[in-house]
């Protein structure tokens, strides 16, 4: 805890930054203050404020920017370049300029956008994604289904969807989808364990059908069909899925499928 007490509008620097500032980078990047959306439209302004959205409140090194916006091919006068870049953008989040440096603070050897992390959309969404977590692993299936839900619906599309992405970005955007695609997994298992499998067969048929090689998601439909009493249904899946999977790939499915599938054989209740 810092012992200073900081004003509503200031940072802990002294700088002055507008209130009911929020930024988002699920789905096309956003950053509102002052009641109004200050990012750019021009590409690399766009660009630039995202690698400043992805390090909230920590200096990014001008060396990182350069390798972002410009990757092996920077223009000879790229220092310049990226300073006249970093005066565009500060006039769109400020552009009455009257708050001094405002958001977008110089800090050597870089930049750094003065907000505080968690008013930036991934940052609730890993809070979400923890609380889910931690609710599932105790056994309050219901509420961690909740919890799982309401972080997947701060996506409104693919990450930096309005973004053309340098290496790093680029980078980020996978970071971001595989931690979605994990909390959209754990989603489904912690509807399955509140007793929701019959309410879950549309979704896992989708999903199924937009990713016919994802296991995990197959093994989730087999698992609610089971539940639901329709068993010639789920090993009917089952067999879908090895033969796709051994025309494609030439694998069997993995060893817990494998196991769901002697359980339906055997009649035995597919959850343990």
Request: net charge neutral.
């Amino acid at each position: 805890m810092h012992a200073m007490t900081i004003e509503p509008g200031d940072t802990a620097t002294g700088h002055r930054v507008p209130d009911a500032v929020r930024a988002r980078l699920l789905g096309p990047v956003e950053l509102h203050a002052g009641g109004a959306d200050r990012a750019p439209t021009t590409p690399k302004l766009l660009q630039l404020l995202a690698m400043l959205l992805i390090r909230p409140g920590k200096t990014v090194r001008v060396d990182s920017l350069v390798h972002e916006l410009w990757n092996d091919a920077p223009p000879r006068s790229v220092r310049r370049t990226l300073h006249t870049y970093v005066h565009h953008l500060r006039r769109h989040l400020d552009p009455d300029g009257d708050r001094g440096e405002g958001l977008l603070v110089t800090s050597t050897p870089g930049y750094r956008l003065e907000i505080d992390p968690a008013v930036v959309d991934v940052s609730e969404f890993a809070r979400l994604h923890r609380l889910g977590r931690d609710l599932l692993t105790g056994g309050d299936h219901a509420a961690a289904a909740h919890a799982f839900r309401t972080a997947l619906d701060l996506w409104s599309g693919p990450p930096l969807a309005n973004i053309h992405c340098g290496p790093t970005l680029a980078a980020y955007t996978v970071y971001l989808l595989e931690h979605r695609r994990n909390a959209r997994d754990l989603w489904i298992e912690a509807e399955i364990l509140a007793g929701q499998h019959r309410e879950m067969l549309g979704v896992l048929r989708s999903l199924t059908t937009a990713d016919p090689l994802d296991e995990t998601l197959h093994g989730q439909l087999i698992r609610a069909l089971g539940l639901s009493g329709r068993r010639s249904d789920a090993l009917a899946a089952y067999q879908r899925l090895r033969t796709r999977l051994d025309e494609e790939l030439g694998v069997e499915p993995c060893a817990e499928l494998r196991e769901l599938h002697r359980e339906l054989l055997s009649e035995r209740h597919p959850i343990r």
